[in-house]
């Protein structure tokens, strides 16, 4: 207890100056304490802390990026596919000819025409392209042969209507004229792997 009190009274005792000096300490002491105990993590904290949220922007702005580019590539892909729906309509792989006599079967009941003779004839491999010709015989009035040929132009799939034949004009029990068509119809495919055979090679040699 006495040396409590010793202390108070030495300290009482020291002259205004050494008061300042040992305040001074003290407040030396404590902000050195604060500084190396609390404000120093802290700062090292707060200093990671923007070092990753910088690294988090440059992520995030990374992804936006990538986001961006994915949503390009998928419209590019959604479009190339519906373009190459669109060609395989026009230029098929397969020859697909009972489809094809279909559609010209169809399209002729539409136009009026009868079909009196179908022939298929034997694949032509070209150099890009495979054509696939079949022989047609209508019966019908002008005006029908000619809706036909307009209906056909209107088909997805590459159709040449060619070697064209008109056969005389003959009375029908209505009284009217009906004339006869011999006509080339030929459509096409893609060329496969089974025709990159002698017959292709031969052609081109």
């Known amino acids: 207890m006495a040396t409590g009190t010793k202390k108070k009274q030495d300290f009482a005792t020291l002259p205004v100056g050494g008061k300042v000096l040992v305040l001074l300490f003290l407040l030396a002491a ?11 993590p802290l700062r090292e904290d707060i200093a990671a802390a923007n070092q990753q949220k910088v690294q988090l922007d440059a992520q995030f702005e990374e992804a936006q990026d990538r986001q961006t580019r994915f949503r390009e590539l998928n ?16 230029l098929p792989e397969a020859s ?12 002729a009941e539409l136009s009026g025409l009868s079909i009196q003779q179908v022939e298929p004839r034997p ?8 054509r696939l010709p079949v022989t047609l015989e209508l019966r019908g009035r002008y005006h029908q042969i000619a809706k036909f ?3 056909v ?4 799939r590459a ?6 034949v008109l056969g005389e004009p003959e009375a029908a029990d209505d009284g009217e004229l009906r004339l006869s068509v ?3 119809a030929t459509t096409f495919r893609r060329l496969g792997d089974h025709d990159m055979g002698g017959e292709i090679i031969e052609g081109g040699a």
């Not at 132009?153 to 997805?156: K, R």
């Not at 159709?159 to 064209?164: F, H």
């Open 96 to 107: 697909e000819i009972p489809a094809f006599l279909q559609d010209l079967n169809r399209l």
């Open 149 to 151: 040929f307009y209906n």
């Open 123 to 130: 694949e032509e491999p070209q150099e890009l392209y495979v």
């Open 75 to 90: 419209a590019m892909l959604a479009e190339r596919q519906s373009v190459d729906r669109q060609n395989l309509r026009v």
């Open 182 to 184: 011999n006509v080339l």
């Open 153 to 156: 132009s209107n088909l997805e």
């Open 159 to 164: 159709i040449n209507m060619e070697n064209l």
């Open 30 to 40: 404590f902000s050195a304490a604060y500084f190396f105990a609390l404000y120093q």
